[in-house]
């Protein structure tokens, strides 16, 4: 069996600031470690990369796989939604450390999976997926942390609705299965090229007149972006162990309207508007 190349420290440090500076402009369209732009965002990446890197230089010596690496991401994500709902101090707290700093992990795969050369179609889905874990994870369990602050049943009855919500939601269900179908036909390259994914002229993005409403309520307090989720934990922080904020059961039910109506939305353009591809 051959023997990967081992990095030097300062060599991984350059690798993974590159890598990821070009990730954010993909993604972002912007330089994710300028301060002057976004300076906390800026802050955690640099954080991120640093702490990252470290991680990787020692798992390069080890038998540790980018995969494990990802499937450790996903349980912690799962563990921090079912201690936040614990009703424990502690257990609690151990919660909103693991929400802010296991996103490091999230940083850490992607390189050590290039310099094992162990990069893969399973690692990208398993990446993608240990986010949707620790996402769901996380909603579930702020909304029974509501319950257990408020002995309220209706914080418990929303998570329940914003999971399933989110579980059954049909444009969503669409993509896996022309996604499947296309990779079960023999000319799906050129199945691929027929679609235009990136003109927004396209009749997909016609087909209705809700993509700025869309947009509008994506953008608006996105729970699912690193900064918000962090704003909540600080907030979460400070309901639990210093002084009750009484907003803090609205930004819940914002998130609930907000998941609501991208449900209603995706029921249109799947059902109503015929969002499916026909050949």
Not at 40 to 54: N, Q
């Amino acid at each position: 069996m051959k023997k990967n190349k081992t990095y030097k420290y300062g060599t991984l440090r350059k690798m993974h600031y590159s890598r990821q500076r070009i990730k954010g402009f993909k993604l972002l369209k912007t330089d994710i470690y300028d301060f002057f732009s976004k300076p906390y965002s800026s802050l955690k990446a640099a954080f991120f990369t640093e702490t990252s890197v470290i991680l990787i230089f020692f798992l390069q010596f080890t038998r540790i796989t980018p995969n494990f690496v990802t499937m450790l991401y996903a349980f912690l994500g799962l563990l921090s939604g079912i201690f936040l709902a614990s009703n424990n101090n502690v257990l609690i707290l151990t919660s909103l450390v693991l929400i802010f700093f296991k996103g490091i992990l999230d940083w850490t795969d992607g390189l050590l999976a290039k310099i094992k050369n162990m990069t893969s179609n399973l690692g990208d889905a398993l990446d993608r997926w240990a986010g949707l874990v620790g996402y769901y994870s996380y909603l579930a369990g702020f909304g029974l942390y509501l319950f257990n602050e408020y002995q309220n049943k209706y914080f418990a009855l929303t998570t329940l609705l914003v999971i399933f919500i989110k579980s059954i939601d049909l444009k969503n269900f669409t993509f896996l299965v022309i996604g499947l179908k296309i990779f079960k036909e023999k000319n799906n390259k050129n199945i691929l090229k027929s679609i235009n994914f990136e003109n927004k002229s396209n009749n997909t993005y016609k087909a209705h007149g809700l993509i700025k409403l869309k947009k509008f309520i994506l953008e608006t307090l996105d729970d699912s972006r690193a900064r918000v989720m962090d704003i909540i934990v600080v907030l979460i922080f400070i309901d639990h162990f210093y002084k009750s904020l009484f907003f803090l059961p609205y930004i819940f039910y914002f998130i609930t309207l907000k998941c609501f109506l991208i449900f209603t939305v995706g029921i249109y353009v799947a059902y109503f508007k015929n969002y499916v591809f026909k050949k």
